[in-house]
């Protein structure tokens, strides 16, 4: 499986703005061919230990069943319409792929 993880900082960090990127997301984002798991969401306030990296608004999880289906969500009309929505909003976007067993 490959592990698609994006940290999005925005422009604007109001809770207006991030219940938009969230929703943009699981709009867009979440019913591709290939994904075995989905979630996006704020945040987590309360958790603030030294060790959280607390430099982002929304995080997007997608698990694909393998680069391939990776590799299709990349060009897929609906990921290529969330990007030209909502780019724009974005301050910071910092993505870590991984492969998982």
């Not at 929703?23 to 030294?50: I, N, Q, S, T």
């Not at 999880?61 to 030209?84: C, G, M, N, R, W």
Request: hydrophobic share 45%; net charge negative; charged share 20%.
């Amino acid at each position: 499986m490959l592990v698609h993880n994006v940290f999005f900082k925005l422009h604007d960090s109001s809770p207006a703005s991030v219940e938009s990127m969230t929703a943009a997301c699981h709009k867009y984002l979440k019913d591709h061919p290939g994904v075995v798991f989905f979630a996006a969401g704020p945040l987590a306030a309360e958790l603030a230990r030294p060790v959280n990296d607390r430099n982002f608004d929304v995080a997007l999880s997608v698990v694909f069943t393998d680069k391939a289906a990776h590799d299709a969500y990349q060009t897929a009309p609906l990921h290529l319409e969330f990007i030209a929505e909502k780019k724009p909003a974005w301050d910071v976007v910092r993505i870590f792929d991984s492969y998982s067993n």
